[in-house]
């Protein structure tokens, strides 16, 4: 089976062609805020103005192959409410154009599914951290359950938020993690976990002050070691409540070494396998939305043209998973 897979969620517009065994075809597109933040509407124009260029390029290799594409997938939510909805009526239309069916994907379930095609995974606890999203997700009775999840700021805007304070440019994470790599001393900051949730916003702003006072280098140190504690921690209170022996790192944060270095530490000592797919993977790509929109066709889960409206706050708990 062959699925077009369209992503436009925020920053990254990205079409992909893959089938059960590996992607045939990605092309993306990266909105670039001139300063500052990511503008919506910006971000929706430059998606529209470069939805034909990655589509064509996409459909070309389809051509070229003579492959027969299946079933339209594209990202119905969570995000940008003017990106999503360029994105959707892309999608509506090539459905219409090609006569398949549409499927409307859950942005954060596709990073899960993705990772799970890629590793090897099979039933993980996952830890989900990117710009937008920080949550601990285990799969029980049907539903990817949310155990734990940041109560304010994901940590990628936390370390985004910090490093554009202190004068570094976004995006900020694989800036403090180099800086990082020079300290030489641990400066506390506040470590929030309440319950099974994680709070970034007053550490945020803790560390903005500290650098004031303190190394740069110092505070970037302590920034993620306090941070990635806080997500080991509930990560490893959920592989014990969910009963799992895996640990699935994904979304653009688990880029990061230290990160993964942690949990593969937390995992060693609790007998539980971890996996980390490859970068390109992590972060929001046209691939994980076009294979997870082949495993929901194969059981036979679409979305008729009236169900595909676009949907900016969509609850990765809300989808019934069924194809697991
Ligand atoms: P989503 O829509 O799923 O929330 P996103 O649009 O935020 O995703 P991602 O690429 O998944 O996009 O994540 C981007 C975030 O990852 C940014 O906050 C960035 O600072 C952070 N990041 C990237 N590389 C690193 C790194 N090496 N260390 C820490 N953070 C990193
Ligand atoms: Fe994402």
């Known amino acids: 089976m062959i699925v077009l897979g369209l992503e436009g969620t925020a920053w990254n517009l990205s079409c992909a062609l893959v089938d059960e065994e590996d992607v045939i075809a990605e092309r993306s597109a990266t909105y670039v805020p001139a300063k500052g933040g990511i503008h919506p509407r910006e971000a929706a124009q430059h998606h529209a103005e470069h939805m034909a260029g990655v589509v064509k390029a996409v459909l070309d290799v389809a051509r070229k192959d003579d492959l ?5 997938a594209f990202s119905q939510g969570p995000g940008l409410g003017p990106c999503l909805r360029t994105v959707a009526t892309a999608a509506r239309a090539l459905s219409l154009r090609f006569n398949v069916p549409l499927i409307g994907v859950n942005h954060c379930i596709a990073h899960i599914e993705v990772g799970k095609w890629k590793t090897g995974a099979t039933d993980p606890v996952v830890l989900y951290v990117s710009g937008g999203n920080s949550q601990v997700l285990a799969l029980r009775r049907g539903r990817y359950r949310i155990f734990g999840e940041t109560l304010d700021i994901s940590v990628g805007n936390a370390l985004d938020k910090f490093a554009r304070q202190v004068g570094l440019s976004h995006p900020g994470g694989p800036k403090v993690e180099k800086l990082a790599k020079s300290s030489k001393e641990y400066i506390p900051l506040p470590y929030v976990v309440k319950g099974m949730d994680f709070s970034f916003s007053g550490l945020s702003t803790a560390a903005a002050q500290a650098a004031k006072k303190h190394d740069l280098a110092d505070v970037c140190h302590s920034f993620q070691e306090t941070a990635f504690a806080m997500l080991v921690e509930v990560s490893e209170r959920a592989l014990a409540h969910a009963e799992k022996k895996e640990v699935l790192l994904v979304g653009g944060v688990g880029a990061n070494s230290r990160l993964r270095e942690m949990l593969n530490i937390m995992c060693e000592e609790r007998g539980a396998k971890f996996y ?10 046209g691939s994980m939305i076009a294979y997870t929109g082949l495993v929901m066709m194969k059981c036979g889960v679409t979305t008729p043209l009236a169900e595909s409206r676009v949907r900016p706050g969509y609850r990765t708990d809300e989808v019934v998973v069924t194809w697991q």
């Open 68 to 72: 027969t594409i299946e079933a339209v």
């Open 276 to 285: 980390v797919p490859e970068k390109k993977f992590m972060g929001d790509n």
